[in-house]
């Protein structure tokens, strides 16, 4: 059978087994896996675009209260993508060395043990809900919905681990698919949820029939519930095609031990808590700037909050690249492949530079039309369209970045990148915009943001082209 007709999962064999591999056929490996992630990425973005598109037909308040608590949620949420990720490059090791046996143990190991740290995370989220909006120096009047929508998202943190979790251990198995294919049913649902929860009962007028339908009238409230609960019926399908139906990770009539072992959580901190903290302090860093662009007002605060998700949908396919970067690195350095573990590195980084540059031409051509969808508020059509152009320019060198990181956690390397994104958010982003802000208001802010991507995709590109990595044996540092 030539290359050209073997599917995903022989390809990757090919790694384990040691047999050659042309550009060619490590080109299409690299499309094969990124293809897939791109699609769950974009899907995921896209239920946050309705979201916001149908919030924001509500008035600015709602939209500015979604806004003011989403650098809280993506804090939650890194933090557990980052535990998870420390079990997930284990599997992706062990599967690339082809000992599936062990990586079966530490699927085990990792549902146990995050399902304890998702409950701990998701009360101390529950816990600061009424106080946050105070903590982020927000208006009184979007303070109540601000407060309700992350209390009902921190209540599904323990269902929204388990799906990126079993999405994970997927992945790096090297099933794209399945996920992908659960992100957009999960897309679909929250829009269907949606549909029902935020809008209060209604007439719709087709042609000479009227429609009634009913809705709940839940406003900010009914967003967030819809949210969570696609995501949980996901959560449990992922659940289930991860214990019964994969051939290499399923559980399902394997039996075994759940306890954590010492070994397996040692390597799962290793691996994720230089992430954990660097996602801690990068989020923490973007609350700061949420606390610079609140007091520009309503309107400041949701054309941020819309530009956030449209220039989402620039950076979506960057992250899918990233995730197929991540499965290839991890695959090949466990089967010691260490030459081809670089060459799968510069294809995927130079493949992120030319999809987002492509991305970011569309953003900046389409900006005034990406942002109208989202809001039918003048101003802030207006000023959201001004800031995408700014940022537009930075899509290259931010998929540089994305993808070296996710070469990087795909070696297990996490320490000197994840120091590398601090300081860069922190010494350039952060002191920028709090110099530019006062003079440029939120312009100023993303002024800030499209020199710092660019500074930070040039030392991640230093770092993939020089680093010592290049020369040291590939082991876990």
Known sequence: MSTKSKNTEQL???????????????????????VPAIVAQLSSIAMQYIDASMVGSLGANASASIGLVSTTTWLFWGVLSAAGTGFSVQVAHLIGSGDFEKARKVVRQ??????????????????ISPFLPVWLG???????????????????????????LAGSMLRCAGNMKIPSMLNVMMCLIDVVLNFILIFPERDIALGPWHIHIWGAGMGVEGAALATVLAETIVAAIMLWYLWCRSPILGLWKRPGSFMPQASTLRKALKIGMPMGLEHIAICSAQIIITTIVAPLGVVAIAANAFAIIAESLCYMPGYGIGEAATTLAGQAYGAGRHKLVRRFGYITVGAAMAVMGLMGVALYLFAPQIISVMSPVEEIRILGAEILRIEAWAEPMFGAAIVSY???VGLGRTVLPSIMNLLSIWGVRLTLATLLAPAMGLKGVWLAMCIELCFRGLIFLALLAFGRWRKETLEIV
């Open 406 to 408: 996710g070469f990087f």
């Open 110 to 127: 990792a549902f146990a043990s995050l399902l304890i740290f998702s409950t701990a995370i998701a009360l101390s989220g529950v816990a």
């Open 12 to 34: 990757l064999a090919l790694i384990r087994d040691g047999h050659p591999m042309d550009f060619r056929t490590q080109l299409r490996l690299t499309a094969l896996l990124s």
């Open 138 to 164: 927000a208006e009184e009047i979007i303070h109540r919905d601000a407060s309700r929508y992350f209390l009902i998202f921190a209540s599904f943190l323990p269902a929204l681990q388990i799906s990126f």
